[in-house]
């Protein structure tokens, strides 16, 4: 009789999930809403907005982003114009359980397609640029009723310059390290 001779490479018995849960892949939907420090010269803060994907595997979390933001006006002598940019960042976690909680700190690189765009005396400028970067965050999140919130901070450090000059007048000057605090909101969608 030769019964269950293959059994054990069948895959885990009925009514076991544990490890079949233990290799759920998840995929879920995560909105982002930071504000960034301004520019060197000044105390301003900028509302960021971050749209994702994220995939959550057993030890890590990979995930895809694009942020945009309001514009950031600027008047410095005769040069009268809006600062905006979009970012896309590509991004690993590694989640920690902390019982109730989850750390997750968080390593990424980003794109950041900013433009400059104004009038200087009676000249039209328009200036665009493409700034990488790479990104340190942490995030601190709790899951209720099924939602993944919580709170982040991120370092952002830039690979280029952000001085932006006209005739020698410095019109922006955007600092090498950028630092973001914010909430997220993670919702699984399968």
């Known amino acids: ?3 269950n001779v293959d059994a054990p490479n069948s895959g885990p018995k009925t009514g076991d999930t544990s490890s079949v849960a233990a290799h759920r892949r998840k995929w879920s939907l995560e909105s982002q809403l930071t504000a960034r420090h301004g520019a060197a010269d ?4 900028q509302t960021r907005i971050a749209l994702g994907v994220v995939h959550t595997l057993p030890t890590l979390t990979m995930a895809v982003f694009v942020e945009f933001g309001s514009a950031r006006t ?14 896309v960042r590509a991004q690993l976690g590694y989640p920690l359980a902390l019982g109730h909680w989850q750390m997750e700190p968080e390593l990424s690189l980003s794109v950041h397609a ?11 400028i328009e200036e ?3 700034n990488p970067s ?3 965050g942490f995030r601190l999140a709790r899951t209720i009723k099924g939602v993944n919130v919580g ?6 450090g830039y690979t280029r310059s952000q001085r932006y000059l006209l005739d020698g007048v410095v019109i922006l000057d955007l600092p090498a390290l950028e630092l973001a605090a914010g909430l997220s909101l993670r919702v699984p969608i399968f």
């Open 74 to 87: 600027i008047n410095v002598r005769q040069f009268r114009g809006d600062f905006n940019g979009l970012a």
């Open 1 to 3: 009789n030769r019964e």
């Open 128 to 130: 665009s640029r493409f």
């Open 42 to 45: 000044d105390d301003s803060y």
């Open 134 to 136: 790479i990104d340190l």
């Open 151 to 156: 709170v982040q901070l991120r370092g952002t």
């Open 114 to 124: 900013t433009t400059l765009e104004g009038r200087f005396a009676a000249m039209v």
